[in-house]
T-cell receptor, first 113, second 112 residues
Framework: KAGVTQTPRYLIKTRGQQVTLSCSPI?????VSWYQQTPGQGLQFLFE???????NKGNFPGRFSGRQFSNSRSEMNVSTLELGDSALYLC????????????FGEGSWLTVV | GNSVTQMEGPVTLSEEAFLTINCTYT??????LFWYVQYPGEGLQLLLKATKADDKGSNKGFEATYRKETTSFHLEKGSVQVSDSAVYFCALSETSYDKVIFGPGTSLSVIP
């Protein structure tokens, strides 16, 4: 059974640009969530989608957005990139019910220069 | 709000030593508790979980028991190996919509 797949794995962007990251969940999983990991802030929750609807959102500015498609695949977008957006972005998937185990992908390493 | 506190380390142990990483949590409801491990350059892997009080999660020689009375979920292993060197995250899942709150992580280095 394939795990959570994230693309691209590594990317470098310039300040002011925008970036789109993609996530394919484990087959059968309908919940996809996104996290940002930085050395200073640790792991922070961005948002969670279930059946194409955002159910939960963390405390990030509106420059961070996401969506989920009918096949449960998800994308997150960051517009007007800032240096502080440099981070590892992790996608996770689960069946979507309380207490379900959440499985993480390898992450997308974003560097903003 | 809900939160997770854990010893940040770094922790350095000799091979075959006993490991304890303390984790305590604050939650309003009855969360599920997790330990995740992150090896260098990789994403997070679920190490073990417990979904209710007094449950014991175990995997690869690691154990943790959900203690509601002390709001703790300490990770233990009787004999660590060099391959256990990684960052360990204690986490809880809120009762709604799978939002996971992580502790700051504990870096473990095991030396031969």
């Amino acid at each position: 059974k394939a795990g959570v797949t994230q693309t691209p794995r590594y990317l470098i962007k310039t300040r002011g640009q925008q970036v789109t990251l993609s996530c394919s969940p484990i087959s059968g999983h309908r919940s996809v969530s996104w996290y940002q990991q930085t050395p200073g802030q640790g792991l922070q929750f961005l948002f969670e989608y279930f059946s194409e609807t955002q159910r939960n959102k963390g405390n990030f500015p509106g420059r961070f957005s996401g969506r989920q498609f009918s096949n449960s695949r998800s994308e997150m977008n960051v517009s007007t990139l800032e240096l502080g957006d440099s981070a590892l972005y992790l996608c996770a998937s689960s069946l979507g019910s309380t207490g379900n185990t959440i499985y993480f992908g390898e992450g997308s390493w974003l560097t903003v220069v | 709000g809900n939160s997770v506190t854990q010893m940040e380390g770094p922790v350095t142990l000799s091979e075959e030593a006993f490991l304890t990483i303390n984790c305590t949590y604050t939650a309003t409801g009855y969360p599920s508790l997790f330990w995740y491990v992150q090896y260098p350059g990789e994403g997070l892997q679920l190490l073990l979980k417990a979904t209710k009080a007094d449950d014991k999660g175990s995997n690869k020689g690691f154990e943790a028991t959900y203690r509601k009375e002390t709001t703790s979920f300490h990770l233990e292993k009787g004999s660590v190996q060099v391959s256990d060197s990684a960052v360990y995250f204690c986490a809880l899942s809120e009762t709604s919509y799978d939002k996971v709150i992580f502790g700051p992580g504990t870096s473990l280095s095991v030396i031969p």
